[in-house]
Each structure stands twice: as C-alpha cells, then as structure tokens.
C-alpha cells in the first residue's frame, strides 16, 4: 500500500490529504504529512466528519500542527464544506498547455470480467506496480489511464474495473465501476479482451465483448493464464474455433494467447495493437470500393423478391473507426442482412480490415434519381 500511495504522489497534480477530525491528529497523520512534504507537490488538508459545523469548527485548529497549510473542514456524508475544498484543488491545478492531446497515442482498453489479469497485464506492460494486484474479485474499481511509449509506439493504457454479473453487483460503486469500463470502452480506440484460458468464454465475456463491439471499437481477444492449460497437439487450434463459436461476432478479431504472470508472448500484442488501430481508421477510395462491390454483385446476384430485384448503385465510405460505409439502392427493405454480410466479407477479402467491425448503411435512390446521376 505505501508503494501503491508513492507512487500515486508522484503521478498527482494536487494531494487530498484525507483525515479524521472526531479522531484529532494521530501518529499515521504525522507519518504521511511528512511523506507529502518531501512530495513538493500541492496538498489540501481535508478534515472529514464534521457534521456539527459549529462544535466541530473548534476541533480543526489541532491540524495545524501537521504544517501543511489550512484544513477544511467537511462532511463528506451531508456534503458540507465540499465546494471550498473543490475550489482550493482547482487553485492548485496546472496549466493547460497547448496540444495536451497526443493524437499518435493509441488508446488500449484492456476489458474483461473481474479476476481474469487485467492489472497483471498491465503492470507486466509497464515493469512496475501500477494498479493493484489481487485475487479479490473487483479490487480495481476505476479506470486508471497510463502513458506508455516503447519501441513500437506510443500508447495511453486503459485498465478498467471488471463488469460483474448484474445479480452480483450489490454495491452502488460497483454499478460505477460497470459504468466506467463502457465509458472506458467508449474512449478507446482498441480494446483487449482477456479471457482467463481456465475457464473458457463465459457468458459475461460475450457480454463485454459485446459491448466493445458495438461501440465499433478495434478488439482484440487476448487469452490469458495460457501457461496454466494443459497442452497437446491442437490444443491452440481447438481453443481458437471454441472462442469463435461463442463469439462468432467477433470473427474478425484476432486471438493471441499469453500469460500476463510470466510474460509469455506479451511483447507481440503491441504490432497487433498497431495493425488492428490502422485497420479501425482505414479510408478507402470511393473508385476502388466500387470497383470491389460490382466485383461482388458479378459474383452473387443481388436477392429479389415477389419479382423485385434489389439494384445497388454504388457505395462510399463515409467515416472510419470503424471503417463505415452507404450503400445506395432502389429498395432498403430488399438489402437482406445475408446479402449485407455477404459484402462485408467481399471489402474484408479484398481490404483485410482485421479487428475491426466493418459497417453499411442502405440509402434509398429511386431509379429516375440514379438515372439523373447516371448511375
């Protein structure tokens, strides 16, 4: 714990100082206003449980004794004294400096159920503890973002709280961590799927696969404690094809298998990052494309029904991360999803696009407007 708050100091900007005021000053207040001192570091001395603001306020004139500026008195439970807390961390905060945003970082979310390495992964990535390392499910509650730089590239390292079963998350602060880990997702531009190689792909793994996949994320699916299985012939390939038929929609994602304990093969998830982040922001030529879709239509006609036939004009790509293209046809209601998903995997064939979820949009054209753009 006290490497975990050193190390914390020298990562803060501005120190809460948390204490007691029904306690008074003790010998572990002393011990850490001397640790913070040394730090040089802003620090705001907050008195909690001072719920009687008047009796109280008496009480307060012992903190100065700890020689690190005025207290502030509060209740954290009534949220009394909060804004002049608020407003003496925001007097403390830096600067903002021009281009704070690294647009080369690429941002990792590393996701999954509490307990399947998240943090262990993390802390192999970058040689020191940075987030706190136990079997107790759940003990990373929050998000912490870590900068990350090595020989392939520049990196900001997302390690999220686990999303527990919904008939598990009793707490309110666990309902916060769930929330967090979307949020989490939401930032990034790739996410790492751990899945613990003893237990197999749970329903909750889909889940949050899900959700990365939704939210048109690059993923990929990191198999950890891979040096716990028992091994044979085949076993790797076995494994795979079972990780895609619980998670068929994530075909796409590549699977790397690891142990975030020993280390094994963790060097190699960082080309893998690099090429599933430049699938996720590909652009393609609109000329090129439809060269690919007419290629496709050649080979399986479009579906008709009840005599109609769908015409697909043309398509354009109109966003990246992910790759996201319109499809315009005479009838959207013809553009089955079988035939949509036949075009996908057409674009993949001739693109790549791995790791990335690939999306089409149907726009309707009448025939006289397809006849005016000469289509």
Not at 106 to 122: D, E, M, W, Y
Not at 220 to 242: F, P, Q, R, S
Not at 330 to 336: S, T
Request: glycine content about 6%; proline content about 3%.
């Amino acid at each position: 714990m006290r490497e975990q708050a050193n190390l914390a100091i020298s990562m803060a900007d501005v120190i809460i100082f948390l204490t007691d005021i029904k306690q008074g000053v003790t010998a572990a207040d002393k011990e850490i206003s001397l640790m913070l001192k040394k730090s040089k570091k802003p620090i705001v001395l907050v008195c909690n449980k001072a719920d009687n603001y008047e009796k109280d306020q008496q009480e307060i004139y012992e903190f100065y004794n700890l020689g690190i500026g005025d207290p502030y008195p509060i209740s954290a439970s009534n949220a009394i004294g909060i804004g002049d807390v608020l407003d003496k961390i925001y007097e403390n905060f830096p600067e903002k400096t021009e281009n704070e945003e690294d647009d080369d970082n690429i941002k990792v979310a590393v996701i999954g159920k509490p307990n399947v390495g998240k943090s262990s992964l993390i802390n192999n990535i970058l040689g020191e503890n940075r987030a706190i390392v136990s079997s107790i499910a759940g003990t990373t509650r929050d998000a912490i973002d870590t900068e990350f730089e090595n020989e392939k590239g520049k990196y900001v390292l997302i390690d999220t709280a686990g999303v527990r079963k919904k008939n598990k998350v009793k707490e309110s602060i666990e309902k916060f961590s769930i929330m967090r880990t979307l949020l989490a997702i939401e930032r990034a531009d790739v996410c790492l799927m751990l899945i613990d190689a003893t237990e197999g792909v749970t329903d909750q793994d889909a889940k949050i696969a899900g959700e990365a996949h939704e939210s048109g994320k690059g993923v990929i699916i990191v198999v950890n404690k891979w040096d716990a299985m028992e091994k044979e012939t085949g076993t790797l390939e076995k494994y795979k094809k079972e990780v895609y038929d619980k998670l068929k929609y994530l075909s796409y994602a590549p699977i790397i298998f690891i142990s975030a304990k020993t280390g094994q093969r963790v060097h190699k998830l960082f080309d893998l990052i690099n090429h599933v982040a430049e699938q996720n922001r590909m652009r393609i030529s609109t000329s090129i494309l439809n060269q690919v879709i007419n290629e496709a239509i050649a080979i399986v006609q479009p579906p008709t029904d009840k005599g109609k036939r769908l015409k697909i004009y043309y398509g354009t790509q109109v966003s990246t991360r992910p790759p996201t293209f319109v499809i315009f046809v005479n009838n959207k209601e013809l553009f089955h999803f079988s035939y949509e998903r036949y075009l996908v995997n057409q674009i993949r064939k001739e693109f790549g696009l791995e790791g990335t979820p690939v999306r089409i949009i149907a726009r309707e054209k009448s025939d006289k407007e397809a006849q005016k753009e000469g289509l």
